[in-house]
């Protein structure tokens, strides 16, 4: 069994941060992968970012080295650094921690910017 939990969303105002945790406890010794989602009102969700468990990491084209993901998938931990937010980052930010060939994941946390 595992658990996902994130935290850190929030209000924040456009040009602001945020930094967002996730923590992934359970039977998994290392995880494969961690990634981030997000999810806007009435759009599908969309992937984020990702880190390897070689550390090997991938940004989504939009992110434009606004975000920052770290972690350590080995402990189930990552966090995903938001700089620079638009009000189109507004959206639930999901936390997926890949294990071959299962995909767990956390509730979300919801973060929003105003313009």
């Known amino acids: 069994q595992v658990h996902v939990v994130e935290s850190g969303g929030g209000l924040v105002q456009a040009g602001g941060s945020l930094r967002l945790s996730c923590a992934a406890s359970g039977s998994i010794f290392a995880f494969h992968a961690m990634r981030w989602y997000r999810q806007a009102l009435g759009k599908q969700r969309e992937w984020v970012a990702t880190?390897?468990?070689?550390?090997?990491?991938n940004y989504a084209d939009f992110v434009r080295g606004r975000f920052t993901i770290s972690g350590d998938n080995a402990k189930g931990t990552v966090y995903l650094q938001l700089n620079s937010l638009k009000p189109e980052d507004t959206a639930v930010y999901y936390c997926?921690?890949?294990?071959?060939?299962?995909?767990?994941w956390g509730q979300g946390t919801r973060v929003t910017v105003s313009s």
């Open positions: 880190i390897m468990r070689d550390g090997t990491i």
């Open positions: 997926n921690a890949y294990h071959a060939p299962e995909n767990y």
